[in-house]
């Protein structure tokens, strides 16, 4: 929209040379200050926007505002006055282009990007601390000058902190709004700075957009922060929250909330969920945790400031490891001897040029090649994207890697770390090498199994960061004797390949390298080995669903972990002990009494996130298999919460939300299950690719929620999809395929295909025998086909059916559940009806055995049917 009156010769005192650009707020102008000699921008605003006396006032006083505020990184408003009834604002002249334009024009080391954008935050901490909020900070909101400076510009949509937005005002501004379903606008705003061009729409990268509202949702959506979004007061947070989108896009090249639509966008922001770097990024894990924080949901998690917030940015550790070990050097250098040692260890320090060749043979061209090969030849429609992503992976572990050994030998070269802490140091890197070498050579080799769990596996490697706890290094000693220790070495070489099988899904050959690796370790008499060896067998156990042995090993493994100062390996063996007590071995209540004593091992273990997340998930499955779902519920979400404090995207988040929408569908809350699933498939996607079998478990979610809606019909290509995922993977009796057959099952026959739903229940049937499987699946597939034998009148067949999912409901222990109850009601009915009156009465009878609310209804109905048959 614009005024159609010509451009006018003056504004104020200010000569007009030319229109720069014009935006929903008003026309930009060059203009030439003729008393100062020097060029100016003039923003003329609309004065349609000023028939308000109240937004004219409130204006203003705003812009008089920021002509107080002075600051290299915000462009300077001189002057405000009025004019022909409107009113301008008089700022500095900036020759330069947008951020936006500058990211776009050529490539920019990530270094350049972060310290242009602080510099941009800079403007923003100015902003705040005079007491106001910009409101729509964006990379078409920040000029970069000839000589790189940033300044931050357009506070059209500026409030003053603690301002409240009346409707005045968000009426009097001029909008764009957009039908959220119908996308974005064709037309983009433009900016005041002559070099400015209009946003490249063919570039999802940094064109941006203009859609504004009215309240407090004032901004550009793709940047906007929740508070904006969802209706709430804007704070300098908000701000924050705006940065941090805009650094997060320069670095990494997409935004953390995306979407086509403001719906969309609104509803990635609801989730929460912000993508991990790309595998290839360059940029350093601090930044991406700082990021992380500013883009929290919750304001009070955010930084306390922007100039926290850059401060944190900003602060990199090698650096300061850097300045300390100038330091040590200036501070050695006061006496001759000392000087000596300062220039010995420097020259050693340039002898410090750990490279890749340092991982020839583990992971170079040769063994990556050889994974893509063994991966393509299993046929599997994922194969190939899982190799691409696990080559990420494992090259990202691999140069951090080289970073760490590479700072090993600088800190000894500098005399940072004692040579006995280095050596222990380099060992503990040794070691990794090694998991990441078994890890390759597995991967050389694939099967179906691994490269199912290639992902996964990759995930999992050790943590590099531990190799740098002087602590916990301190802990770990091995054996004097050098042979004896050789052989230690040795013996955690086989038990690294021995994880790598369980994580990979060749459980067998995992559990029989453990316990081959435990025996020779017991007959060391060195017991932290003998400790490891028995978590790794307690885990490839439980995987195995060998519940007493796992619990004896995991026992194991945890008594030699307290004893022997090994808080990490009693913790993890504590928080898996926990899950196969309740899960595998039917003891809910006594794994959770031992919930208080995993959470302080973890604690002594120095609060490991990994470990935190899987105690979390574990307490969460234990408290939902006891009912307390409202605990449960609590406990997923301080696993997702971890997670996303780790900043690292893995299979496990994926999981967790499934498991939330699993726990919601029984409760009957079914938006709440849908938003899990939904988020539980995308993670998936993003994680592990669109064709990966994962992905089946909560496309099936999606179809149980349809059913559960009464929309059959549409649960029909959720199911679909599942099946055609797992079939793709598995054999045509895969246990698993019982899920979306059995859906399937019951789409169709709610939706009227009996024929169909006849089909997927008999091969449902077929996959539960050859797997020697009685569970509730099995007994929903026998009632199934028992409503549509009923259906067509065919009462012998259907009373079978009935009889045979009674049966099963009772072994499986859900003989009083809803199901099996109505089951047996089926089946005392078809029983009346052949005259069978004592066989009715049986059932009838054991209808009214149970006790639970949820069959109470059923109750009357048996009971109404007795005393009308007079049985």
């Known amino acids: 929209m614009s005024d159609t009156r010509a451009d006018p010769v003056r504004i104020g005192p200010f000569g007009v040379l030319r229109k720069l650009g014009e935006g929903a707020m008003g026309v930009v102008y060059e203009g030439y200050d003729a008393r100062l000699e020097r060029k100016v921008a003039v923003k003329l605003v609309r004065r349609q926007l000023l028939d308000n006396p109240a937004v004219r006032e409130r204006m203003t006083r705003e812009a008089q505002a920021m002509a107080r505020l002075s600051s290299p990184n915000v462009v300077q408003v001189y002057q405000v006055g009025e004019h022909d009834g409107g009113i301008y604002l008089a700022m500095e002249y900036v020759e330069g282009e947008t951020l936006a334009t500058w990211l776009r024009t050529a490539p920019r080391p990530w270094q350049l990007v972060l310290r242009t954008i602080c510099d941009a935050g800079r403007g923003l901490a100015a902003a705040h601390a005079a007491g106001l909020v910009h409101r729509?900070?964006?990379?078409?909101?920040?000029?970069?000058?000839?000589r790189g400076r940033a300044l931050v510009l357009d506070f059209g949509l500026v409030q003053a902190e603690g301002g409240a937005d009346d409707s005045a005002r968000a009426a009097a501004l001029e909008h764009e709004l957009v039908d959220t379903e119908q996308g974005w606008p064709s037309s983009q705003s433009t900016n005041m700075s002559p070099g400015t061009s209009s946003p490249d729409r063919s570039n999802n990268l940094h064109w941006s957009v203009r859609l504004t509202q009215m309240g407090n949702s004032l901004g550009t959506p793709a940047y906007m922060s929740p508070e904006q979004h969802f209706g709430r007061p804007a704070s300098p947070l908000a701000d924050q929250f705006s940065f941090s989108t805009t650094l997060y896009e320069a670095?990494?090249?997409?935004?953390?909330?995306?979407?086509?639509?403001?719906?969309?966008?609104?509803?990635?922001?609801?989730?929460?969920?912000?993508?991990?770097?790309?595998?290839?990024?360059?940029?350093?894990?601090?930044?991406?945790?700082?990021?992380?924080?500013?883009?929290?949901?919750?304001?009070?998690?955010r930084w306390p400031s922007m100039a926290a917030m850059i401060e944190a940015l900003e602060h990199d550790p090698w650096r300061v490891r850097g300045r300390i070990a100038a330091m040590t050097a200036l501070i050695g250098a006061a006496s001759l001897a000392s000087y000596v040692v300062a220039v010995s260890r420097a020259e050693d320090g340039r002898r410090c040029q750990v490279g890749v060749e340092q991982l020839a043979g583990v992971w170079d061209p040769a063994r990556e090649a050889a994974v893509a090969r063994a991966f393509a030849a299993t046929h599997l429609p994922f194969a190939t994207d899982t190799a691409r992503r696990v080559q990420g992976r494992i090259d990202a572990y691999a140069r951090a890697w080289v970073?760490?050994?590479?700072?090993?030998?600088?800190?000894?070269?500098?005399?940072?770390?004692?040579?006995?802490?280095?050596?222990?140091?380099?060992?503990?890197?040794?070691?990794?090498?090694?998991?990441l070498s078994a890890?390759?050579?597995?991967?050389?080799?694939?099967?179906?199994?691994?490269?199912?769990?290639?992902?996964?596996?990759?995930?999992?490697?050790?943590?590099?960061?531990?190799?740098?706890?002087?602590?916990?290094?301190?802990?770990?000693?091995?054996?004097?004797?050098?042979?004896?220790?050789?052989?230690?070495?040795?013996?955690?070489?086989?038990?690294?390949?021995?994880?790598?099988?369980?994580?990979?899904?060749?459980?067998?050959?995992?559990?029989?390298?453990?316990?081959?690796?435990r025996d020779d370790a017991a007959g060391l008499g060195y017991a932290p080995l003998d400790a490891e060896a028995a978590l790794v067998e307690g885990r490839v156990l439980m995987n195995l669903v060998r519940g007493e042995e796992a619990e004896a090993a995991l026992q194991r493994a945890t008594r030699l972990g307290i004893r022997h100062d090994l808080h990490a390996t009693a913790a993890e063996a504590a928080t898996v002990h926990m899950f196969v007590v309740a899960h595998h071995l039917g003891r809910p209540l006594e794994a959770l009494a031992t919930a208080p004593f995993a959470e302080s091992m973890i604690q002594r273990a120095g609060d490991d996130a990994v470990l935190r997340v899987l105690f979390h998930n574990n307490v969460g499955t234990i408290q939902q298999i006891r009912g307390d779902l409202a605990a449960a519920r609590g406990e997923y979400g301080q696993a997702l919460a971890e997670l996303r404090q780790r900043g690292e995207r893995e299979p496990f988040e994926a999981i967790v939300h499934n498991n939330l929408g699993l726990m919601y569908l029984e409760q009957g809350q079914l938006d709440a299950a849908w938003t899990n699933f939904v988020s539980s498939s995308e993670l998936f996607v993003a994680i592990l690719g669109e064709q990966h079998p994962l992905l089946a478990h909560p496309i099936h979610g999606l179809g149980d929620v349809e059913v559960r809606r009464g929309r059959h019909r549409d649960a029909i290509p959720h199911y679909l999809r599942s099946l055609a995922l797992m079939e793709a993977t598995y054999d045509a009796e895969h246990r698993y395929l019982l899920y979306p057959l059995v859906g399937l099952g019951k789409a169709h026959a709610g939706a009227g295909n009996s024929d169909e739903a006849d089909h997927h229940y008999t091969r449902a049937l077929r996959v539960a025998d050859a797997n020697g499987i009685r569970d509730t699946l099995r007994a929903e597939a026998h009632a199934g086909l028992g409503d549509l034998a009923a259906a067509a009148g065919e009462l012998a067949k259907a009373r079978d059916s009935y009889e045979q999912a009674v049966a099963v409901y009772a072994e499986a222990g859900a003989g009083d559940s809803e199901q099996g109850v109505r089951a047996a009601l089926r089946a005392g009915e078809l029983a009346a009806a052949q005259g069978e009156r004592a066989a009715a009465t049986q059932w009838f009878e054991q209808v009214l055995a149970t006790k639970s609310e949820a069959t109470a209804p059923l109750r009357a109905q048996a009971a109404a049917l007795l005393q009308r048959d007079g049985t």
């Open 136 to 146: 729509d900070f964006k990379p078409d909101n920040v000029l970069v000058d000839e």
């Open 251 to 301: 670095l990494y090249g997409v935004r953390p909330f995306g979407g086509d639509s403001w719906s969309a966008i609104r509803a990635s922001v609801r989730r929460g969920v912000v993508p991990p770097p790309p595998l290839e990024s360059q940029v350093p894990r601090r930044v991406f945790k700082a990021l992380l924080r500013g883009l929290e949901i919750d304001p009070a998690r």
């Open 439 to 517: 890890l390759v050579d597995v991967f050389a080799a694939a099967n179906n199994a691994v490269v199912e769990n290639a992902v996964q596996a990759a995930t999992a490697l050790p943590s590099l960061a531990t190799c740098a706890d002087a602590g916990g290094l301190l802990s770990f000693v091995l054996p004097d004797d050098p042979v004896v220790a050789g052989r230690v070495t040795a013996l955690r070489a086989d038990l690294a390949r021995a994880d790598v099988f369980d994580r990979t899904g060749r459980y067998e050959e995992g559990l029989a390298l453990a316990r081959r690796t």
């Open 403 to 435: 970073t760490e050994r590479q700072a090993a030998c600088e800190d000894r070269a500098s005399g940072a770390q004692t040579d006995n802490l280095a050596d222990l140091r380099v060992a503990c890197l040794d070691r990794r090498k090694a998991h």
